[in-house]
């Protein structure tokens, strides 16, 4: 199984979500921004690492906001998502098609990975979850 991080960053009442590059795997799929976890390394530290690589964006790891489970073709993953404090960076896309910052009742028009659907649910279920 891998360990996968993603993070929920919020701006002026919308989350930032990002669409998969084209020939990815999961071409044209929207998700939370994150990445694989390196051997020995802490979802926080992952998340900054993929963030910065991603985006070029300096990050702060917050409140762990709840994980989902998944097994693609490719690969059997366990997400792993947390509220993310965008510190400084200007948001250069270097790895996915484009970003889009969207309110949570606009989420499920996106066409997100299986893996990131039970996160938008939640997100959008959630009576405790605020933005």
């Known amino acids: 199984m891998k360990i996968v991080t993603a993070a929920v960053i919020e701006k002026d009442g919308r989350i930032?979500?990002?669409?998969?590059?084209?020939?990815?795997?999961?071409?044209?799929?929207?998700?939370?921004?994150?990445?694989?976890?390196?051997?020995?390394?802490?979802?926080?530290?992952?998340?900054?690492?993929?963030?910065?690589?991603?985006?070029?964006?300096n990050v702060e790891v917050g409140e762990f906001i709840c994980s989902s489970k998944f097994k693609y073709e490719h690969a059997f993953i366990e997400l792993f998502v947390y509220r993310v404090?965008?510190?400084?960076?200007?948001?250069?896309?270097?790895?996915?098609?484009?970003?889009?910052?969207?309110?949570l009742d606009e989420m499920q028009a996106y066409d997100f990975s299986n893996a990131d659907i039970p996160i938008v649910n939640y997100l959008i279920s959630a009576p405790n979850f605020k933005i």
């Open 16 to 57: 930032l979500i990002a669409q998969r590059l084209k020939g990815d795997v999961l071409e044209g799929k929207w998700e939370f921004p994150g990445g694989k976890a390196e051997t020995g390394e802490t979802h926080g530290e992952c998340l900054q690492r993929e963030l910065k690589e991603e985006f070029d964006i």
């Open 85 to 103: 404090k965008w510190l400084s960076g200007s948001f250069k896309i270097n790895s996915h098609e484009k970003i889009k910052w969207v309110k």
